[in-house]
């Protein structure tokens, strides 16, 4: 966490999100003791889920906690008595969706659920035949793909199987229409949505028929989606039926003797490779005038862009710090990284975190100085769109904060920095469709009430209108201009 100079931004609203889910089977009335889900194999009781995560949420969710004492605050426990009525004598397979949209009100891209059901096999044969019945021919799915006029409709590839996904009255419905598999025939239903604001939000049928929450969004101009259900699968779009799946290597292309170009599709790459990728091809990084870096589509990942900045900082970045939440999960949860090289930075902190429900001041980081590089480039252009979130919007904060060589254009970001260092934990009153809870410990720096990114994004220093891929130009033409 670096800190940069503050910026005016002009403040947009964000959506809230409501999630829908293809309702196919009934809820079991077998009734589970409050406490605690002994027996993994056992329906899901929606309200002690919802129950057990508003207690985590109270107990560890900084962005709540700064909160106390607010309107804000009153206006969550309204919301809260809401969705404890709204939980009741839900089926377990709806729960998560119930959860996920009460906790859409943070309009926090880092506080989140997601399942992954172990349903017992005698149960998932007995739902088979009713998920079967959901099947399209070819013949009604062509004609289905004539309507175009929603972004997400089109052929996409999971790299196992083609899907293509049609809109059918307000359902975005993904069919099975092309596999490796020898145990699944086309014409399989997997995936239903509904389109709420700019993202997407439904069921998702595996394999083996066991139905997940998921949430979709469609990033870099609609070459690829991402499933949010725990892993983060990615569809890539094949309008060929050709089966492919999404890659995230990152690549350097010079595109002429003064602009050079490194795409990075995720900052969820192996930081070694990274790395090497840059080293290979450090003569090329350090001829070029006009150095170009597109981040768009890049939701996120871990830190390992520091490499890269140290080829055009011109200055030190400077450590700030944000708050923490004591509370016993926290404490587990920066225990973990004391003992290796972190020890100085974690271990006063937990001294800090004594009394639970306490908001300390976070983790403290050492300023980073780079070595003074001498190269040929003059600026730096980073190109952003809405999908742009967490890690990739830190590098984005670093970089700027690192040289004022830096210029950002395209679209503002998704707004997920403000709270940060993600925690996830398996609720444990989930039973068998084990809901997994995640929220962030701490925020990046002591402003993000007043003076945060979550409601607007970064906003670019050049806005690119996002219809056309015009951001790779725009760059060029501005460097050309100076």
């Known amino acids: 966490m670096f800190a940069i100079k503050k910026m005016a931004f002009k403040r947009h609203s964000q959506y809230t999100l409501l999630y829908l889910l293809l309702t196919v089977f009934a809820c079991s009335n077998k009734h589970i003791a409050p406490q605690m889900t002994v027996n993994p194999n056992d329906p899901c009781k929606c309200s002690d889920a919802f129950a057990e995560l508003t207690q985590r949420l109270?107990?560890?969710?900084?962005?709540?906690?700064?909160?106390?004492?607010?309107?804000?605050?009153?206006?969550?426990?309204?919301r809260k008595k809401e969705y404890a009525l709204k939980a009741a004598n839900q089926a377990d397979y709806l729960c998560t969706t119930i959860l996920s949209d009460f906790l859409s009100h943070f309009s926090d891209?880092?506080?989140?659920?997601?399942?992954?059901?172990?349903?017992?096999?005698?149960f998932l044969e007995k739902q088979k035949p009713q998920l079967m019945l959901a099947k399209r021919t070819f013949?009604?799915?062509?004609?289905?793909?004539?309507?175009?006029?929603?972004?997400?409709v089109g052929k996409w590839s999971d790299g196992e199987s083609v899907f293509a996904i049609v809109k059918e009255d307000s359902a975005f419905n993904a069919y099975l229409i092309k596999t490796k598999r020898k145990d699944i025939k086309p014409g399989f239903l997997k995936m239903s949505l509904t389109k709420q604001g700019g993202e997407y939000e439904g069921s998702y049928i595996s394999y083996t028929y066991a139905i997940r929450?998921?949430?979709?969004?469609?990033?870099?101009?609609?070459?690829?989606?991402?499933?949010?259900?725990?892993?983060?699968?990615?569809?890539?779009?094949?309008?060929?039926e050709e089966i492919r799946s999404f890659t995230a290597n990152p690549s350097i292309e010079k595109i002429s003797e003064v602009?050079?170009?490194?795409?990075?599709?995720?900052?969820?790459?192996?930081?070694?490779?990274?790395?090497?990728?840059l080293q290979d091809n450090h003569e090329l990084i350090n001829n070029t005038q006009h150095l170009i870096i597109d981040i768009r589509g890049n939701t996120g990942g871990n830190g390992i862009y520091f490499p890269l900045i140290s080829y055009f900082a011109n200055s030190t970045l400077s450590s700030e710090?944000?708050?923490?939440?004591?509370?016993?999960?926290?404490?587990?949860?920066?225990?973990?990284?004391?003992?290796?090289?972190?020890?100085?930075?974690?271990?006063?902190?937990?001294?800090?975190?004594?009394?639970?429900?306490?908001?300390?001041?976070?983790?403290?980081?050492?300023?980073?100085?780079?070595?003074?590089?001498?190269?040929?480039?003059?600026?730096?252009?980073?190109?952003?769109?809405?999908?742009?979130?967490?890690?990739?919007e830190s590098f984005i904060l670093h970089a700027k904060g690192a040289s004022d060589k830096v210029m950002t254009f395209g679209a503002p970001t998704a707004?997920?920095?403000?709270?940060?260092?993600?925690n996830v934990i398996l609720l444990r009153n989930s039973g068998r469709q084990y809901i997994y809870f995640g929220y962030p410990t701490g925020t990046w720096d002591k402003e993000i009430l007043t003076n945060g990114f979550n409601q607007t994004g970064i906003i670019p220093d050049v806005l690119v209108s996002t219809a056309g891929d015009s951001t790779l130009e725009a760059a060029i033409q501005h460097f050309e201009r100076k």
């Not at 109270?58 to 309204?78: C, H, P, S, V």
């Not at 309507?147 to 997400?152: A, F, M």
């Not at 969004?217 to 259900?229: A, N, P, T, V």
């Not at 707004?415 to 993600?422: A, K, L, N, Q």
Request: charged share 25%.
């Open 58 to 78: 109270e107990a560890n969710y900084i962005g709540l906690a700064l909160l106390r004492g607010t309107d804000a605050y009153e206006t969550y426990e309204t």
């Open 109 to 122: 891209g880092h506080l989140f659920v997601w399942d992954a059901p172990r349903y017992d096999s005698s």
């Open 139 to 152: 013949r009604e799915i062509d004609s289905l793909l004539v309507d175009r006029s929603d972004p997400i």
């Open 213 to 240: 929450y998921v949430r979709v969004g469609i990033h870099k101009e609609g070459d690829y989606i991402k499933l949010i259900m725990g892993g983060g699968t990615r569809w890539q779009r094949s309008e060929e």
């Open 259 to 277: 602009h050079t170009l490194i795409t990075i599709p995720s900052f969820s790459i192996d930081a070694g490779a990274f790395k090497k990728l």
């Open 321 to 392: 710090q944000g708050y923490v939440l004591a509370s016993p999960d926290n404490v587990a949860y920066f225990k973990r990284f004391v003992g290796f090289m972190y020890s100085s930075v974690y271990s006063p902190l937990l001294k800090r975190m004594k009394a639970s429900g306490e908001i300390v001041d976070g983790p403290k980081y050492k300023d980073r100085k780079f070595s003074t590089q001498h190269n040929s480039i003059a600026r730096v252009s980073i190109l952003s769109d809405n999908s742009c979130a967490s890690a990739a």
């Open 415 to 422: 707004g997920v920095i403000d709270y940060t260092s993600v």
